[in-house]
């Protein structure tokens, strides 16, 4: 921050450029990736408005772990699978398998 300035004139020249800052109650913050989740512990977090957008800024006690495939989520797999393609549950798994769990190239290889 700048030296010597007071927080209340700071916010206030903050709102004189269009800037809004509110802080958040969070209890915690989590983000998915692909192959992972970000878990943010007692985090704090700031909603910044600037320009007509928001942004957030997170801070706090970070872990993280892997996301692992459900086995509902590959049995739901399988049964769409075999809907669309009206093809046997074995060939529904090994479609599903082979095109390492992408739903949509698992139909498109049985249809």
Known sequence: MLPNLDPKKMQAMMRQLGIAQEELDAKRVIIETDD???????????KIKMQGQENFQVSGDISEQPIEESEDKAEEDVQTIMEKTKCTEEDARKALEESSGDLAEAILSLS
């Open 36 to 46: 992972k989740k970000i878990i943010i512990d007692n985090p704090s977090v700031i």
